[in-house]
T-cell receptor
């Protein structure tokens, strides 16, 4: 079953702009993870945020977690064309539907 | 960090043949592995949960006899697509549950693209 839902489903931006993707889930979690997938390729683990954390940074990535709203957001700052990919959130073993990000040079 | 190897990356086969895809955890033991199927521009769809030493748990709508899963060791799970047909053409991805920095994370294989002619 898939309980995570990403919003928006697709996002197109220009290089240099920030991209924000949101994820909502339904049950309580131990941690939430964000993954990236380039077209036709496997998934790459980006960042994990635990249920007792509210914000986490990794390079140009910033993830927030609001357990009261059962939601998380992934912010990519100063986007690059190479950031073009699909981004998924996952809670335990459930996956969201993903956000397809297109960054135009 | 944890690495999962999936083999083969690409496979093309004739209709009616069976194809086996392997998923190996290279540097950790994975009591649980997962198999997903992904259609173009869609999210991953969980097919089954593979538990070492026991039968796999299949998601609703996934044919057990069509997609045979074997998890014979703590580092290897296999998915066999039996009597493959063109509609089975898809991207198949495995993941293994392991621990990283004290938290459970899923590590994914690079995926196997199956094309059935």
């Amino acid at each position: 079953s898939q309980q995570g839902e990403e919003d928006p489903q697709a996002l197109s931006i220009q290089e240099g702009e920030n991209a924000t993707m949101n994820c909502s889930y339904k049950t309580s979690i131990n941690n939430l993870q964000w993954y990236r997938q380039n077209s036709g390729r496997g998934l790459v683990h980006l960042i994990l945020i635990r249920s007792n954390e509210r914000e986490k940074h990794s390079g140009r990535l910033r993830v927030t977690l609001d357990t009261s709203k059962k939601s998380s957001s992934l912010l990519i700052t100063a986007s690059r064309a190479a950031d073009t990919a699909s981004y998924f959130c996952a809670t335990d073993y459930d996956f969201g539907t993903g956000t397809r990000l297109q960054v135009f040079p | 960090g944890a690495v999962v190897s999936q083999h083969p990356s690409w496979v093309i086969c004739k209709s009616g043949t069976s194809v086996k895809i392997e998923c190996r955890s290279l540097d950790f033991q994975a009591t649980t592995m997962f198999w997903y199927r992904q259609f173009p521009k869609q999210s991953l769809m969980l097919m089954a949960t593979s538990n070492e030493g026991s039968k796999a748990t299949y998601e609703q709508g996934v044919e057990k006899d069509k997609f045979l899963i074997n998890h014979a060791s703590l580092t290897l799970s296999t998915l066999t697509v039996t009597s493959a047909h063109p509609e089975d053409s898809s991207f198949y991805i495995c993941s293994a549950a392991g621990e990283s920095s004290g938290a459970n994370v899923l590590t994914f294989g690079a995926g196997s693209r199956l094309t059935v002619l």
